[in-house]
């Protein structure tokens, strides 16, 4: 019997998982990708000595990616090695205050009781209830694939899901445990990693703290890039066929075959597994006729946040952690910028990534390269006035809430933003991360991952289950390699 054929549009975290995963099946697959290098939005920039990873830098939930590395048969710390953060990182309040976040759980209770009386014990309580609610989170929803609202309600998740609040919303959850609003920020920072607000994602996701202080935070030695190498090297050992530098322009039926068309050929495939943004893919690359979702649906989803991003090469050792934030007292009118009334935040909460701190490689000795990620508005298309002025705001903001001075020594600078999302990814509407984890867009209410209209058409990454963020898109391949499986090999 020939070997069936699979197409991957798309080398992003989903689409290198779902091609391995396919390719240890016994398929023939190849990965069709648009850019000239793999990784997606984990992209990597490399200017005057400088690196930069592009997109992701925090790597968190090591377990799913040892996970992942072990079910294709191989060891994570053959491919890169890990180092483990302490401090997790530094939050700069914008009253003047610092806050270290130590590695060590215990420690941080500590540190939470100086904010408040009895916030060391609360801080415990929740973590117990956070780890709970990751085994039951995890388990239940994230690494089964439920397909449907009916395996959703089964009884076994009902049961086992007994006392994880699925309808209350983060912020009442946090109101719960800590009175004090640093406290509740520090519970709550991770939401932004989900693409969502305090007011519109489910107090479910309060697990994300299990995975911030007891799982802890790591950096791979070389940046995330490094593990992206290690995902395509592995794929490589298992026969996937990279073919990058070529846009796919249609995915349609023909005579029978799913086809893949790019600008030079056409590709006949038994299965096409896209990992390009599932909106883009319906609404420009498969014909209306076989889309799962029509205009309205798209356009009433709620949109994680775009993001502006300013790559700097400095002259000189920053001292800053590997990972900090500076937030002002009230975040709220930055989220209502970003969910309810699109537009550039006047008192920005934002991150700032140092990795020259943990690795010399990174920049050239006695130099730092530093990013800072604000997240804003999607489908927020700033003029170049606006971009300079705000980039202007973030450094001043930055001199000021954190003492560091940057901007004199700044020799090298990119900004990249929405509509860079857009030309090198074909982002939706200019979105990072796809749609937002709302309760209406958590879990089985994401998008499909089987097409419901053309045979042989899969999506997978981060717009699917389970969700945003690298470890959930590993999850998305290997579930779409199990559909892809099952419709081919029966
Ligand atoms: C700035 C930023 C910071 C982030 N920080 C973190 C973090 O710290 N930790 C974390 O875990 N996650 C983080 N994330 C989220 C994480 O990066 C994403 O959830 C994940 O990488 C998305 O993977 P994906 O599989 O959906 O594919 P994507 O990365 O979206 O890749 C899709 C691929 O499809 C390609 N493509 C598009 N159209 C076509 C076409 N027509 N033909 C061929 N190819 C096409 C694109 O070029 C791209 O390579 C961050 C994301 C961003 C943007």
């Known amino acids: 019997m020939t070997q069936q ?3 991957v549009v798309g080398a992003g975290f989903g689409g290198l998982s779902a091609a ?11 990965l069709v990708e648009k850019n000239d290098h793999v990784g997606g939005r984990a992209s990597v920039l490399e200017e005057d000595g400088y690196r930069f990873d592009m997109g992701p830098s925090w790597y968190l939930m090591p377990d799913i990616f040892d996970r992942y590395f072990e079910k294709l048969g191989v060891r994570q710390k053959d491919f890169y090695e890990l180092h483990r953060l302490d401090p997790n990182y530094s939050i700069f309040f914008k009253d003047g205050d610092r806050m270290d976040v130590p590695a060590n759980p215990e420690e941080a209770a500590e540190l939470f009781e100086t904010y408040e ?13 956070s780890e709970e609610t990751y085994e039951i989170g995890m388990n239940e929803f994230v690494l089964k694939d439920r397909n449907n609202f009916r395996d959703y309600l089964s009884l076994d998740v009902l049961k086992n899901a007994r006392g994880i609040s699925l309808i209350k919303k983060m912020q009442d959850h946090v109101e719960e445990y800590f009175d004090n609003p640093k406290l509740q920020q520090v519970m709550q920072y991770t939401l932004v990693f989900l693409g969502g607000s305090p007011n519109n994602t489910p107090a479910l996701y309060n697990l ?8 802890g935070v ?4 070389g940046g995330i890039y490094s593990v992206v190498e290690g995902m395509k090297e592995l794929a490589e050992q298992k026969g996937v066929e990279f073919s990058t530098d070529e846009p796919v322009r249609r995915i349609d039926r023909e005579d029978g075959e799913t086809i893949v068309e790019t600008d030079d050929r056409t590709i006949e495939a038994d299965a096409v597994v896209s990992n390009a943004d599932y909106a883009f893919t319906e609404t420009e690359l498969v014909p209306d006729e076989y889309t799962t979702y029509d205009e309205d649906y798209w356009d009433s989803r709620t949109y994680a946040p775009s993001a502006f991003l300013i790559y700097m090469g400095i002259d000189k050792e920053v001292d800053l952690e590997h990972h900090s934030l500076v937030l002002p007292e009230d975040w709220s009118p930055h989220f209502e910028k970003i969910f309810d009334e699109p537009a550039l935040p006047e008192n920005p909460s934002y991150y700032i990534c140092n990795p020259s701190d943990t690795d010399d490689t990174v920049a050239p000795e006695g130099k730092s390269a530093i990013f800072i990620l604000v997240p804003l508005a999607a489908e927020l298309d700033l003029s170049d006035k606006q971009r300079q ?6 450094i001043q903001d930055l001199e000021e809430e954190t003492g560091v001075e940057i901007e004199e020594d700044i020799e090298y600078e990119k900004i990249f933003a929405g509509q860079e999302f857009k030309e090198k990814y074909n982002s939706y509407n200019g979105t990072a991360l796809g749609i937002a984890h709302t309760l209406r867009q958590t879990s089985v209410f994401r998008p499909k ?24 898109c590993l999850i998305s391949g290997e579930h779409a390699a199990e559909k892809v499986t099952e419709d081919l090999k029966g």
């Open 5 to 7: 054929k699979v197409v």
């Open 20 to 30: 391995s995963f396919l390719a240890d099946e016994g398929f023939d697959v190849e």
């Open 117 to 129: 009386e009895g916030a060391a014990d609360e801080f415990r309580r929740y973590l117990t209830k």
């Open 208 to 215: 994300m703290s299990h995975v911030d202080f007891n799982m």
């Open 218 to 221: 790591y950096y791979p030695e």
């Open 389 to 394: 002025e705000f980039r202007d705001l973030i």
């Open 449 to 472: 991952q089987r097409s419901k209209e053309m045979e042989g058409l899969y999506y997978v990454g981060q717009y699917t289950n389970p969700g945003i963020g690298m470890p959930m």
